[in-house]
């Protein structure tokens, strides 16, 4: 059994909803312990402790209190911490909040601020917008890539991620669209020195979470990233 560490919560998407999700997965050999007010839990060192980080949380401390997560000379584990597990052999999976980070998304004092930048580098991208909960169109776009194995073309009723790219080492794993939103990065992967990324931009309802293809996409990514 691996174990997987989660981080959730924040004010537009809260735990319950990948707590419910998540325990989908426990089926999976996959063991999830869920964590969220990551702010004053994480530490380096308990991060050692796992092979693989699932990040769902936007830029909240938690959903009941809407002060930034990353915060300069306060959060033990902040970007720099994350991309170091990484590039030290550790492997990140960014969904749905996870990639919900924006210059927006918290106070313009360079405390809070330099940390949101640098999460937005870290998983190479920057959150614009989407337009009101509708049928998403997910496309294969890198049908032989592991994460994709198994997986054809589907839909889902979810918030539709517009998203801009900042990393020049992305690899696309699918396309998503939508009437409103057109067509967005949906999925892709990165290497960071001895560590992978993968980012999912689907999963704000439970239904999309129950999806089967949905499942299938995780666990293809958590064993592409461990290597299983």
């Given amino acids: 059994m691996t174990r997987i560490l989660v981080i959730c919560d924040d004010l537009w998407h809260p735990a319950e909803i990948i707590q419910k999700g998540?325990?989908?997965l426990n089926k999976k050999n996959f063991q999830f312990d869920i964590i969220s007010a990551a702010k004053d839990i994480l530490t380096p060192e308990l991060l050692k402790q796992y092979p693989a980080i699932i990040g769902c949380k936007g830029n909240h401390y938690t959903a009941s209190n809407t002060a930034p997560w990353f915060e300069e000379g306060v959060t033990e584990v902040g970007p720099r911490q994350l991309r170091e597990y990484v590039e030290h052999g550790g492997a990140y999976l960014s969904i749905h909040a996870g990639n919900s980070f924006s210059e927006n998304?918290?106070?313009a004092e360079s405390r809070f601020l330099t940390p949101c930048r640098e999460y937005m580098e870290f998983i190479g991208n920057q959150f614009i917008g989407h337009p009101p909960r509708c049928p998403v169109d997910i496309h294969v776009t890198h049908p032989d890539h592991p994460i994709m194995n198994g997986i054809t073309d589907?839909?889902?009723?979810?918030?539709h991620y517009q998203l801009e790219l900042l990393a020049s080492d992305i690899i696309p794993l699918f396309e998503t669209s939508s009437v409103n939103g057109g067509t967005q990065p949906g999925g892709y992967v990165r290497k960071l020195g001895k560590g992978k990324l993968c980012v999912l931009t689907p999963g704000h309802t439970l239904s999309v979470w129950e999806h089967e293809s949905f499942q299938q996409i995780i666990c293809n990514a958590l064993a592409w990233?461990?290597?299983?």
């Avoid at 990233?225 to 299983?228: D, E, F, H």
């Fill in 22 to 24: 998540i325990c989908l």
């Fill in 105 to 107: 998304s918290c106070p």
């Fill in 154 to 159: 589907f839909t889902v009723r979810d918030e």
């Fill in 225 to 228: 990233c461990l290597a299983l």
